[in-house]
């Protein structure tokens, strides 16, 4: 076991929520970009994030019977890359 492993992991849902929310940054902001200025293009992609995870997490809490307390971390985590990308668009 080399010391790698013994560093506090990110559970590898918590992990593939991240990279959903950037790649739904990327698949709504870019098109958005066309027709809105960046900032708002990027907060366009927050929203979609936001809300589609918590359709989906809605739908998990009576099928899957999640705790609401990880579907709301979850719906957090997933927004988390975009809402990042937005506050960055924001600094001049």
Request: proline share 5%.
């Amino acid at each position: 076991m080399n010391s790698f492993d013994r560093l506090p992991q990110i559970p590898s849902d918590y992990a593939n929520h991240v990279i959903y929310g950037g790649i739904t940054t990327l698949i709504f902001a870019t098109p958005a970009y066309h027709w809105l200025p960046l900032s708002q293009a990027l907060l366009f992609a927050v929203g979609v994030a936001f809300f589609t995870t918590a359709g989906k997490k809605i739908y998990d809490y009576f099928t899957e019977h999640e705790t609401v307390g990880m579907c709301v971390a979850k719906v957090l985590v997933t927004s988390l890359l975009p809402t990042l990308f937005y506050l960055e668009s924001l600094i001049k």
